[in-house]
Nanobody, 129 residues
């Protein structure tokens, strides 16, 4: 069992930065891949990025590449989403999630929200122009 709690959301101006944190509890956290998803009002849930259990593979949706960075801290059981150069279209509720994937899993697996077992409650990010 993995419990996830996000923090760090808020309001920021266009071009600003925010760092979301996801605190995980559970002894097996290090064996889980972690993903970040977001959902804007009236829109489908969207994959933002994911990191494998080892940290050796990281995937991003195209709109996040070059602006967002995912990292994880095994000692603190934390996963982070550093978001830079924020745009109004980044406004959404961001959630972290945990999944167990095979070693050969790739982008299609990480981006499939149905593959994730555990979810946080979400954190609102609002980018104002």
């Amino acid at each position: 069992q993995v419990r996830l709690v996000e923090s760090g959301g808020g309001m920021v101006q266009v071009g600003g930065s925010l760092r979301l944190s996801c605190a995980a509890s559970g002894r097996t956290f290090s064996s889980y891949a972690m993903g970040w998803f977001r959902q804007a009002p009236g829109k489908e849930r969207e994959f933002v990025g994911g990191i494998s259990w080892s940290g050796g593979r990281i995937y991003y949706v195209d709109s996040a590449k070059g602006r967002f960075i995912i990292s994880r801290d095994y000692d603190e059981n934390m996963v982070y989403l550093q978001m830079n150069t924020l745009k109004p279209e980044d406004t959404a509720v961001y959630s972290c999630a945990a999944a167990q994937f095979e070693s050969w899993s790739g982008y299609e697996d990480f981006s499939d929200f149905t593959r994730y077992e555990f979810w946080g409650q979400g954190a609102q990010v609002t980018v104002s122009s």
